[in-house]
């Protein structure tokens, strides 16, 4: 892990600051648990995640960020809803 990263008990997730406004990512990415989620809720599968949104991360990060939800669901769902409202505010 990096040094910098704060261990919050999950194997591939961490907080950084001044990463992502110090939500939980995906260790060694930037992507945000919040976007795994955010996707997830809006009709992606986690194969359509792992082959085309993120190529980058693997299934064990999706189910894990399923888990990081599950323990933290109220904290997840405002953040996407707040990432679904900025996205409907900046749409021409």
């Known amino acids: 892990m990096n040094a910098n990263a704060a261990s919050i008990g999950y194997r591939y997730l ?3 600051p001044g990463v992502r406004n110090g ?3 995906i260790e060694g990415t930037r992507v945000g648990v919040h ?3 955010g996707l997830l ?3 992606e599968t986690i194969d359509s995640l ?3 949104c993120f190529p980058n991360i693997t299934r064990a990060q999706v189910y894990e960020c399923l ?3 599950e323990d ?3 904290e997840i769902d405002v953040l996407v809803a707040r990432q679904m409202s900025d996205t409907g505010s900046t749409a021409v």
């Open 50 to 52: 792992v082959t085309r």
């Open 23 to 25: 939500q939980v990512i």
């Open 14 to 16: 961490s907080r950084r």
């Open 41 to 43: 809720h809006n009709g």
């Open 67 to 69: 888990a990081y939800y």
């Open 35 to 37: 976007d795994v989620i």
């Open 72 to 74: 933290h669901r109220g």
